[in-house]
């Protein structure tokens, strides 16, 4: 079945990369998604990536994919306050494409 | 802004009763999800509705139901309701056909059950 996990704390510095971490176990994701919520908010898609690809940039975003260790990372760089916000992982599956997330890591970022 | 819009915002309701929750989905947007999200989880699957049809759903009981009307916008019908439904109920939306990728979400309607 599917399962996503995800670290849930990550404190860093303005300034510095972040870079937020994921495990799925179901191989036959077809999309796998990186989402932030802002308290009291809904889900904002940040990225995502085909389960084909290894990598997709997007200005200060980057996603890496190791498909054979079923791992997802999100590095954001240059991270600044408004950055602080609870980060879903998400995957895709199924024919329907059903999505399953993670328990989400929510990113502290100190001025 | 993703141009999914929820309705109402926020309500409260008692153990028993019904609720109705409403999602118009972006233009062209044939394919609609929902999600129940309780405090500190993730978001979980409830149903999927594509060209007016359910075709696929989590782990929900049949007392959570829905629909999905010609100009593509959807409700979520909850009877009976629990103290275990209070949760933030999600809307989301995606263009072509469910296995398309970009899915974008509403900001949610959050359901309190006394």
């Known amino acids: 079945g599917e399962d996503v996990e995800q670290s849930l704390f990550l404190s860093v510095r303005e300034g510095d990369s972040s870079v937020i971490n994921c495990t799925y176990t179901?191989?036959?994701?077809?999309?796998l998604y990186w989402y932030k919520q802002e308290p009291g908010a809904g889900l904002q898609l940040l990225t995502y990536i085909f389960s084909n690809m290894d990598m997709k940039q997007d200005q200060r975003l980057t996603v890496l994919l190791n498909k054979k260790d079923k791992h997802l990372s999100l590095r954001i760089a240059d991270t600044q306050t408004g950055d602080s916000a609870i980060y879903f992982c998400?995957?895709?599956?199924?024919?329907?494409?059903?999505?399953?997330f993670g328990t989400g890591t929510k990113l502290q970022v100190i001025p | 802004e993703t141009g999914v819009t929820q309705s109402p915002t926020h309500l409260i309701k008692t153990r028993g009763q019904q609720v109705t929750l409403r999602c118009s989905s972006q233009?062209?947007?044939?394919?609609v999800s929902w999600y129940q999200q309780a405090l500190g989880q993730g978001p979980q699957f409830i149903f999927q509705?594509?060209?007016?049809?359910?075709?696929g759903r989590g782990n929900f009981p049949p007392r959570f139901s829905g629909l999905q009307f010609p100009n593509y916008s959807s409700e979520l019908n909850v009877n009976a309701l629990e103290l275990d439904d209070s949760a933030l109920y999600l809307c989301?939306?995606?263009?072509?056909?469910?296995?398309?990728?970009?899915?974008?979400f509403g900001e949610g309607s959050r359901l309190t059950v006394l």
């Open positions: 989301a939306s995606k263009q072509g056909g469910p296995d398309t990728g970009e899915l974008f």
């Open positions: 998400a995957e895709s599956t199924g024919g329907y494409q059903k999505v399953t």
């Open positions: 233009s062209g947007h044939n394919t």
């Open positions: 509705y594509y060209r007016e049809e359910e075709n």
């Open positions: 179901d191989s036959s994701s077809t999309y």
